[in-house]
């Protein structure tokens, strides 16, 4: 007469060789702990993950799973935080800015710090990206494509890891000299995966303050549609770098691919300008 398994001893610990018992067709068989482990692991039910967490990865959950290696590159903020209905403005998304409920952090500065990738979906896969450029409990403000009017389908935040900047310098004087012609010095050819143009800056020795300063993108149209215009220095001094206005690139999102060329341009002659930098931020995503 057998034992009912209640009326064992607990074992407290496992050996390589202890016993199982299992049944194969009616057939009662025994099995050791290191054969039931190498059975487990040699079905693809239980396969061995292609990469297992090493010491010092960083574990995170995207929804589903758990990955190793790091954070994703985007992290969706939940809808109950912010107005799905439309963006406040071209460049600013409104929050509700309150307490947490259900666990849900409502203010912006949950999220966003001046300088973060931001990602917004307005039409099914329909990306914008840009940068927080000021944020407070309430508002989110953004340098980069025009966000249309339209309801919001997804906002999230990007991992630094997903900014590139790129400096352009021309060690030339009156660097308007022409709106058609390539200036020395004047392009960047672009290597890697597409970036999106989310803020650009430039600066300039000159007293004159009138210069417009504009990007294309692989011959494409300008940009920003107003350009950006830098600060007067003096004759041996910079003037301050000047921004694009926020809102002030153009709708469609303004894309550079591998093996495109970055080309500044001057499409407005007023006045001549010495030595310009120009910085440009983009997002890899």
């Known amino acids: 007469m057998g034992v009912s398994i209640s009326g064992l001893i607990a074992g407290t610990t496992l050996g390589e060789d202890d016993v199982f018992e299992i049944e194969q067709g009616g057939v009662s068989k025994k099995i050791t702990k290191n054969q039931l482990r190498k059975l487990l692991f040699s ?44 963006p406040a403005s071209t460049s600013t998304i409104t929050f509700d800015g309150g307490a947490i409920t259900a666990g849900i952090k409502l203010k912006a500065t949950d999220y966003f710090v001046i300088g973060t990738p931001v990602r917004v979906e307005i039409g099914a896969g329909v990306f914008y990206y840009g940068i927080c450029t000021a944020v407070t409990d309430a508002l989110l403000t953004i340098s980069g494509a025009i966000l249309p009017l339209s309801p919001i389908i997804s906002l999230a935040v990007g991992d630094p890891s997903v900014l590139k900047h790129i400096e352009m310098t021309f060690p030339a004087i009156t660097y308007n ?8 010095h004047c392009q960047h050819y ?29 011959g494409g149209a300008n940009v920003s549609t107003a350009g950006v215009l830098p600060a007067a220095g003096t004759a041996t001094t910079r003037g301050n770098f000047v921004a694009n206005a926020l809102g002030d690139l153009i709708a469609a ?33």
């Open 43 to 86: 079905d693809p039910a239980f396969a061995v993950p292609a990469a297992l967490p090493q010491k010092g990865d960083v574990v995170s959950y995207d929804g589903s799973d758990f990955l190793t290696g790091g954070f994703p590159k985007w992290r969706v903020i939940h809808q109950n935080a912010y107005s799905e209905a439309t």
């Open 253 to 285: 999102n303004i894309a550079i691919a591998d093996k495109q060329l970055i080309t500044v341009k001057t499409p407005v002659i007023t006045g001549t300008a010495d030595f310009l930098t120009v910085q440009m931020t983009f997002v890899v995503p």
């Open 177 to 184: 000299a022409s709106t058609t012609l390539v200036l020395r």
């Open 190 to 218: 672009w290597r890697g995966p597409t970036g999106y143009l989310v803020a650009f800056a430039c600066s300039h020795v000159n007293t004159s303050a009138a210069v417009n300063v504009n990007l294309q993108m692989n």
